[in-house]
């Protein structure tokens, strides 16, 4: 798997030196996608620089700019850039038409087919997971949390696709930077919520350096999933973004800061135009 720079993309860069470079991944060939990274944008302090969470406390003119930038790089309008108010559970919107930034219903995943629309979703430490059609002219995007996962969003997000028309075999998925197993320590309620559901996920659970905990492979378990549900193609970056302070927020850094104000990365996707 290889990142790097999002290619295809339209010239006329935004009148700002510093720009987004997503990270890219040949399986979601065929679309303008980005699982990108907090540089690149406008805010500053906790949420340097490329904040993009309307429920942080960062400056609305500096998330309206952030979130122009991500649009202006996948080559769809500001007002095209949409979002859902994200709770860890399994629903799946399909988007027809775009809404404000932050008017997005309760929801943790989107589909959509229509050219001008992308899907974002935002993470700091949770898997952002981006599909789309081997034809590229259907995507989605996930946010899966373990209680997300736990819940079946990725597979939820399949059966939308395929409610639109696709063939199971022609998806593909791709999960983006979240915590690594070295960086995710866990408890033991957790690893039986998890392996209690789904036995076969014990082997993403590492003993970990503490009595009664465990290092859990978050992005290793969504991957599982996907390919358990029978999609063509499925794969991890493989970015930890803990361990990675100059390139992604991290909810569990934080944490272990002592708290305190917390900006959120955005994964995206628009659909190809058709030839």
């Not at 960086?183 to 309620?189: A, I, K, L, P, Q």
């Not at 927020?249 to 659909?271: C, D, E, K, V, Y």
């Amino acid at each position: 798997m290889t990142s790097g720079p999002a290619s295809g993309l339209p010239t006329g860069a935004p009148p700002h030196s510093q720009q987004p470079s997503p990270l890219t991944s040949p399986l979601l060939a065929g679309t303008r996608h980005g699982f990108f990274t907090r540089e690149g944008g406008v805010s500053d302090g906790p949420y340097a620089s490329l904040n993009c969470s309307t429920r942080s406390g960062d400056a609305p003119e500096n998330l309206a700019e952030n979130r122009r930038r991500v649009a202006h790089t996948l080559g769809v309008p500001a007002t095209g850039l949409v979002g859902v108010t994200q709770v860890h559970g399994p629903r799946v919107i399909t988007v027809t038409t775009p809404w404000p930034a932050g008017a997005g219903a309760e929801a943790d995943a989107m589909v959509t087919t229509q050219p001008g629309v992308a899907l974002g979703t935002i993470t700091a430490d949770c898997a952002p997971v981006l599909f789309a059609t081997t034809n590229g002219q259907m995507v989605g995007a996930a946010h899966a949390g373990w209680r997300g996962a736990l819940a079946g969003v990725l597979e939820a997000t399949i059966d939308a696709m395929q409610a639109l028309g696709a063939n199971l075999s022609d998806i593909r998925a791709v999960v983006g930077p979240c915590i690594a197993q070295e960086s995710y320590e866990t408890g033991e309620d957790m690893r039986h919520a998890i392996t209690s559901a789904q036995p076969l996920a014990a082997r993403f659970f590492a003993p970990g350096t503490r009595p009664g905990h465990f290092q859990f492979d978050l992005a290793g378990w969504c991957v599982f999933r996907l390919e358990r549900a029978g999609i063509g193609h499925a794969a991890a970056l493989g970015v930890d973004t803990l361990s990675d302070e100059k390139r992604f927020f991290s909810h569990r850094r934080r944490t272990l800061a002592g708290g305190g104000p917390l900006g959120h990365q955005i994964s995206a996707i628009t659909p190809g135009v058709a030839p």
